[in-house]
């Protein structure tokens, strides 16, 4: 089936040590994102990509860093900047194209907690 | 690109039709309007979305004012599985907060 796959489901890390999420899509898209939620909030823009080798910054990429180098796959790494990392990450993809108007299609989500 | 409003929770009946609201008064003429719903725990779901004529799928209808400052998403018969927060968004994929819906039996 065509879709997102985010791994692993749940993530434990040490404080201090850098840690990477993984997003795959097998739809073809060539946007991707990633999203933060914390508990009882809304989802929060970290970075997207809307091509292969080109990324830009969202609302909050400080303590984040992201890559783009197949189509299918949008690794987030969670740097030991980032303040307070604990939280649930989503990873979505979208068709795009100056006229596109294809919504996002969505991950299950990592949940990240640091120890 | 437009900011979106919506009211932070609303309940509803079990069988009966939910509207949900959304403000969006400085949305662009060529911006759609998107709408989805998350459950707890997993990633957001698409519903609909729509640029200026209603809409209706399979999951719900859009309608959508004239002035395309507003729009309302309807599940026409709630049940107990459409209790979820909806998102109303727009081109800058931005979500705010949404509405927390609850069906009610």
């Known amino acids: 089936d065509g879709g997102i796959t985010q791994s692993p489901k749940y993530l434990f890390r040490k404080e201090g040590q850098n840690v990477t999420l993984s997003c795959e899509q097998n739809?073809?898209?060539?946007?991707m994102y990633w999203y933060r939620q914390d508990p009882g909030q809304g989802l929060r823009l970290i970075y997207y990509s809307q091509i292969v080798n080109d990324f830009q910054k969202g609302d909050i990429a400080e303590g984040y860093s992201v890559s783009r180098e197949k189509k299918e796959s949008f690794p987030l790494t969670v740097t030991s900047a980032q303040k307070n990392p604990t939280a649930f990450y989503l990873c979505?993809?979208?068709?795009?194209?100056?006229?596109?108007?294809?919504?996002?299609?969505f991950g299950d989500g990592t949940r990240l907690s640091i120890l | 690109d437009a900011k979106t409003t919506q009211p932070p929770s609303m309940d509803c009946a079990e069988g009966r039709a939910a509207n949900l609201p959304c403000n969006h008064s400085t949305i662009s003429g060529n911006e759609y309007v998107y709408w989805y719903r998350q459950i707890h725990s997993q990633g957001p779901q698409y519903i609909i979305h729509?640029?200026?004529n209603n809409e209706t799928n399979e999951m719900a209808s859009l309608i959508i004012t004239e002035d395309r400052k507003s729009s309302t998403l309807i599940l026409p018969h709630a049940t107990l599985r459409d209790t979820a927060v909806y998102y109303c968004?727009?081109?800058?994929?931005?979500f705010g907060a949404g509405t927390r819906l609850t069906v009610k039996p």
């Open positions: 968004i727009s081109r800058d994929m931005r």
């Open positions: 729509g640029l200026k």
């Open positions: 739809l073809n898209h060539d946007a």
């Open positions: 979505a993809s979208s068709e795009t194209g100056k006229y596109s108007n294809q919504p996002q299609h």
